[in-house]
T-cell receptor, first 112, second 114 residues
Framework: QQQVKQSPQSLIVQKGGISIINCAYE??????FPWYQQFPGKGPALLIA?????SEKKEGRFTISFNKSAKQFSLHIMDSQPGDSATYFC???????????FGKGTRLSVIA | DGGITQSPKYLFRKEGQNVTLSCEQN?????MYWYRQDPGQGLRLIYY???????QKGDIAEGYSVSREKKESFPLTVTSAQKNPTAFYLC?????????????FGSGTRLTVV
């Protein structure tokens, strides 16, 4: 049973465009929602994270939007650059209780 | 610099052989984790440990074993019982299991059965 469903599996965006990756979850006890960025041959690195008490969090060109009632959250990358080409993972857990569960990942390619 | 060191970077295993993947951290983190990554499958949890001398099974623990004798070290053994061990293995650590500060990952070990 997949606890965090991520889409799309792959995404191609023009340089300067907006990249949008979506995730949905079922467990209403989840209260921590991070996004990780992974380059080939490397481990994932924390990009940005949100808790359900806010609906949006922005850090530079990266924004998380969170919809608690729909149990969905998304990553928006503004002004996408070729250097953003990587695999992105959403994740979630019950803080204080369980390890992170990850989505299956989205491979983003930003083309010039 | 603080971080997580995984070794070796590449590992080849013969059929029926046990192999051990090393994971060492100098971040003074209490919790450590092993994830397996396969193409299109995301990261799946194998084992995790919250404190020394204690660990719990994750979603895909069959065919794997771990130990946590020191806070800094969390080695993973892939046994001959693991029928499809070819994958990218990632070790991570965090302050406690309930950390809001995220996980720090190592650079991974790519295991191939030959």
């Amino acid at each position: 049973q997949q606890q965090v469903k991520q889409s799309p599996q792959s995404l191609i965006v023009q340089k300067g465009g907006i990249s949008i990756i979506n995730c949905a979850y079922e467990n209403t006890a989840f209260d921590y929602f991070p996004w990780y960025q992974q380059f080939p041959g490397k481990g994932p690195a924390l990009l940005i994270a949100i808790r359900p008490d806010v609906s949006e969090k922005k850090e530079g060109r990266f924004t998380i939007s969170f919809n608690k009632s729909a149990k969905q959250f998304s990553l928006h990358i503004m002004d996408s650059q070729p250097g953003d080409s990587a695999t992105y993972f959403c994740a979630a857990n019950e803080a204080g209780n369980t390890p992170l569960v990850f989505g299956k990942g989205t491979r983003l390619s930003v083309i010039a | 610099d603080g971080g997580i060191t995984q070794s070796p970077k590449y590992l080849f295993r013969k059929e029926g052989q046990n192999v051990t993947l090393s994971c060492e951290q100098n971040l003074n983190h209490d919790a450590m984790y092993w994830y397996r990554q396969d193409p299109g499958q995301g990261l799946r949890l194998i084992y995790y440990s919250q404190i020394v001398n204690d660990f719990q099974k994750g979603d895909i623990a069959e065919g794997y074993s771990v130990s946590r004798e020191k806070k800094e070290s969390f080695p993973l053994t892939v046994t001959s019982a693991q029928k499809n061990p070819t994958a990218f293995y990632l070790c991570a650590s965090s302050i406690p299991v309930w950390s809001f500060y995220g996980y720090t990952f190592g650079s991974g070990t790519r295991l191939t059965v030959v």
